[in-house]
């Protein structure tokens, strides 16, 4: 009987409990999380300004979507801040309500989990694994033309690290334009690639109606309990249907005042950037000499692996790690993904110098 466990990457305790260890030894190698933790221009100000909880947040998030409108070169007029990028994912999708949605997958298996409410129908189209999961447009446009009227995709893409260049976005977005289709990208990992403005559709927001791009900052700015995400949209029409629908101060007081703060602290996005690309660089050439593994190009803050290695599975390569204190993420529950994948982020340098030994090993 096949007795394995089987965990999601934020189930920290479970696995602890599981394999006897204590919470504070782990690295978390499976959140996808900035290492460096909150901006200490953040910190500082929370802390000298919890009275900020005692105050609603102001209803429209007008210095917030100032601040953000900044941060992204964008009119404040596109902005919807709302409770993670997963209360948009969830309110753009109610507010569309898509018949027949096409995701590109294997992604971030929540788009399926709000589409089974929303009464679409839902396919995934399946990036190559030989093609290092970047999808070929041209096919992509031609399974369009089947009949869907919602497109959703993660760019860089969750869990495979690829990414869609802004010029081949803007041939589909326009493409998808003619055909009545609504273009979902979430661009919860795009501050993490080498050249933001290459690959971003913000900008093309101003192009197109058919189009919101989704980000938050759970990952990049290390706050996923802050609960700060942001919708872009030049559908004014669209927008303002789905603030209709949005519960009122969906995002609480102090996630509106640090997010204003995190955004504008360049020395913590460089450091940030820097550290991320350096040590995804490293990573990524010493795991290449390793012939138990394929690498592939990666563009978000983690690197996907194949184990090509004859009777290795993920559960070990998991196992193996955990047992050293490092968690890192078995894909073996992404749809789309055949075979036996990993998916770890950066960690801190020493941290990824022990995970890079284990995998080594193996
Ligand atoms: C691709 C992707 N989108 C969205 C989220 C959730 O983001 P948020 O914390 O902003 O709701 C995650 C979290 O893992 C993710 O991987």
Redesign the pocket.
Known sequence: MDTKPVFHGSDIEKICSYYGLKKEDIVKFG??VNPLGLSPKASAAIAAHVDIFSSYPDREYTTLRNTISEYCNIPADFILPG?????L?SLLIQEKAPKHTLILGP??S?YSRELSFSGSTQEYYHLQESKDFEPDIPDLCKKLEQGYDFLIL?NP??PTSSAISQQDLRQLISFCAKKNIFVMI?E??VEFTPNINAITAVPLTREFTNLMV?R????FFAA?GM???YGITGNMDFLSKMREKQTPWSLNSMGAFAGEIMLQDEDYIRQTRELILSERTRMIKELKSVPTYKVYPAYANFILLKILKPGLTSYDVFEACIRQGLIIRDCSSFQCLDGEFVRFCIMMPEDNSRLVEVLKNL
């Not at 409770?83 to 209360?87: C, I, K, L, P, V």
């Not at 938050?216 to 990952?219: E, I, L, Q, R």
């Open positions: 959140a996808n409770n993670g990028s997963s209360e994912i992604t971030y929540e993660c893409n969750n979430d919860t990992y989704l938050g900052v759970s990952k996923p609960r700060l995400g």
